[in-house]
């Protein structure tokens, strides 16, 4: 039985079908649990879902509601999951991959469309990027069109995709730098190894293919829906764990800055490549997926075709965080909560300087790397950190623009989601969180790695007294080695090159010319 809940939103999400792409990935997961949650009284939810070897739908189905996420959900109201309906395809395909019986369904079924599937790799071939996150917007689009009962259409992009020399970024929608029907045509048709080639001709001053492709996604859909069906375009920034529900600190990737941090807390990403002075713009994944169901159900409400709306969830006008003085959190957070097994003491340093990047590089992360490996080969076991620390290298330098340049994403449209006056009894259910503060930043934190700790490492949820002790001990011995080191720096300086003698000499020879 589905648990009755009053209000707005509920109200509108009761008995409307609803179709998602990106089910399974991060945003995907938070929605569903969301609208499960929230809007019992939702009709079915059809997921899109890639067939994968030695797994049916319904098994994939089973482990996507195995993820900790839907934990609370189980023991509060599990006959909701029954709504949930896998669709066998694939964005990656033309058409999406539907099956002509699964398209029609779709077609004389779904009310609202949520389409947040699409490639987040930075170093996605430019062929890639343009079928998963390009030509599937548009096929989402004109399968929307064909749809009986659609009320509106919500697609995900990224704030990062509307950047330009301008520090601030409105939200609406620029200029189009591109003609997403001719990348298309090229992706489809050209080849491949040629497409590669001219890669940095195709993206122009875009960092990546990922933003490349999702600024042409946007025209794309605004080309094909304005005044055709109600459409609302959420881009969100840098999107990090939950920060209150349902599960606080929850976050299911190594993507971004949690594949740092993670890197970090083994004591194997130790120099970074960036500016200390920037700011990060981050916003909890909850937070998104409120933007994401108010928008929804604040676009259909009003019914007027007219133009896409921007809505854009950032941290404008809220605590946000220089590189330098979150990683001093971050670190503060980490020593709390650290991880059963690490290589070294996590300490990290962040510069601008690629040099200086470079050397240290190579010194503190891929010459242990090699050393640690012939030992572990030597004693027969494989060898897996120099893999290790490429992929940390690589995923440094993808990063690299977002940690040198700083912008200020606009969010008015997005905020007024939150203080709109008709959500009624539901305000508390769809509130905006934020942290104010340090200490409120240091909790999150902290939260955070606690549930990465047993969700993505398989640790235990309680910090064991050894893995204390082993944390501690790897702090005194960073503390000494440093300190050994600088002492190796003064005996060379000043005993082996006898530089006070020198410098002495150097004085006495001037002072003689005088």
Request: charged share 20%; aromatic share 12%.
């Amino acid at each position: 039985m589905d648990k009755i809940k009053n209000g707005p939103i509920s109200a509108y999400y009761k008995d409307k079908n609803i179709f998602i792409t990106g089910g399974t990935g991060f945003i995907g997961k938070a929605l569903i649990e969301k609208l499960l949650r929230s809007c019992p009284g939702v009709g079915n939810i059809y997921i899109l879902l890639r067939s994968k070897k030695g797994m049916n739908l319904e098994e994939r189905c089973q482990k996507l509601f195995s993820n900790p996420i839907f934990d609370n959900l189980k023991n509060s109201n599990s006959d909701v999951f029954y709504k949930v309906i896998p669709v066998r395809g694939n964005v990656a395909e033309a058409n999406l991959g539907l099956s002509s019986s699964d398209r029609q369904i779709l077609i004389e079924k779904v009310n609202v469309i949520f389409h947040a599937a699409a490639s987040v790799r930075f170093d996605d071939f430019i062929k890639d990027a343009i079928l998963t996150n390009l030509r599937s917007a548009r096929d989402m689009a004109l399968l929307s069109l064909e749809m009986k009962n659609i009320e509106v259409f919500v697609h995900v992009s990224t704030a990062y995709c509307s950047i330009t020399e301008n520090k601030t970024v409105p939200e609406k929608l620029l200029p189009a730098r591109g003609n997403w029907k001719k990348a298309i045509y090229l992706a489809e048709n050209g080849e491949e190894n040629i497409l590669n080639t001219f890669s940095h001709k195709f993206i122009g001053d875009f960092p990546n293919t990922y933003t490349y492709t999702k600024h042409l996604a946007e025209h794309c859909i605004n080309d094909l829906l304005t005044s055709k069906i109600p459409t609302v375009i959420v881009r969100p920034t840098i999107v990090v764990a939950a920060i209150n529900e349902p599960l606080r600190g929850w976050i299911d990737n190594w993507n971004g800055i949690n594949g740092l941090c993670v890197g970090a807390g083994f004591g194997v990403f130790r120099i970074g490549l960036g500016d200390p002075n920037i700011g990060s713009d981050c916003t909890p994944v909850d937070n998104v997926v409120k933007v994401l169901i108010l928008s929804a159900w604040n676009r259909a409400q009003r019914k007027s075709l007219g133009t896409v709306e921007i809505m854009q969830s950032s941290a404008y006008n809220q605590k946000k965080y220089s590189i330098k003085h979150f990683t001093k959190i971050a670190m503060d957070a980490g020593y709390e909560v650290p991880l059963d097994v690490k290589m070294w003491y996590p300490n990290i340093t962040f510069t601008q300087c690629w040099t200086y990047y470079y050397i240290n590089a190579i010194l503190i992360h891929f010459m242990p790397a090699v050393l640690l490996d012939l030992f572990l080969k030597l004693f027969g076991h494989k060898p897996f950190l120099f893999k290790i620390q490429r992929k940390v290298f690589v995923s440094n330098i993808a990063l690299n623009y977002f940690m040198t340049h700083d912008w200020d994403f606009l969010n008015d449209n997005a905020m007024k989601l939150f203080n709109d006056d008709m959500l009624g009894s539901e305000k508390e259910e769809f509130k905006f969180h934020m942290v104010k503060n340090d200490k409120e930043t240091y909790d999150y934190i902290k939260d955070s790695f606690r549930t990465t700790r047993w969700v993505l490492l398989n640790m235990s949820k309680e910090i064991k007294p050894r893995t204390m002790a082993l944390n501690k001990g790897l702090y005194y011995l960073d503390k000494l080695c440093k300190g050994l080191f600088y002492l190796a720096v003064i005996w060379f300086l000043f005993f082996k090159l006898n530089i006070i003698t020198i410098c002495w000499e150097s004085t006495l020879k001037y002072w003689k010319k005088l």
